[in-house]
C-alpha cells in the first residue's frame, strides 16, 4: 500500500487545514489509519487514529476538540482536519497504516505503512 499525504502549509495562529492521505495498490479497509507528526529537532509523535472497522477514533490530548480525523471508504482516504491551530502544531506530518492492538495505537512500530509527509507551518 502506498500512501500519499497532501494539504500541508502554512497559516496563521488559530486558522484551519485539512490534510489528506490517499492509499494506492490497496485498501484502508483492513487497517487502522494514523495521523503522525514530527516537529523541528523532536521526536516523531502520536497525532490521531481510526480504525476503519467501526470507526473508533483515538487523540493525542494536545489536539483533542481541535483536530479531527476521518475516512472516506468510497475515495479510499483518511483526513485531518485540524481547527484552532497554535504555531505548537508545526510540524511535517505524516499519514501511516497499520493493525494495532488498542493499547498500542499509538506506538509508531504498530504502523508499516508511511505516506512521504506533509509540512504544516503554523506561524503569523
Known amino acids: 500500500v502506498q500512501l500519499q499525504a497532501s494539504g500541508g502549509g502554512l497559516v496563521q495562529p488559530g486558522g484551519s487545514l485539512r490534510l489528506s492521505c490517499a492509499a494506492a495498490g490497496g485498501s484502508f479497509s483492513s487497517y487502522t489509519a494514523a495521523w503522525f507528526r514530527q516537529a523541528p529537532g523532536k521526536e516523531r509523535e502520536f497525532v490521531a487514529a481510526?480504525?476503519?472497522?467501526?470507526?473508533?477514533?483515538y487523540y493525542r490530548d494536545s489536539v483533542k476538540g481541535r483536530f479531527t480525523i476521518s475516512k472516506d471508504g468510497a475515495k479510499n482516504m483518511v483526513s485531518l482536519q485540524m481547527n484552532s491551530l497554535k504555531p505548537e502544531d508545526t510540524a511535517v506530518y505524516y499519514c501511516a497504516a497499520g493493525r494495532p492492538i488498542t493499547s498500542a495505537i499509538r506506538s509508531e512500530p504498530m504502523y508499516y505503512y508511511w505516506g512521504q509527509g506533509t509540512l504544516v507551518t503554523v506561524s503569523s
Open positions: 481510526i480504525r476503519w472497522t467501526g470507526g473508533s477514533t
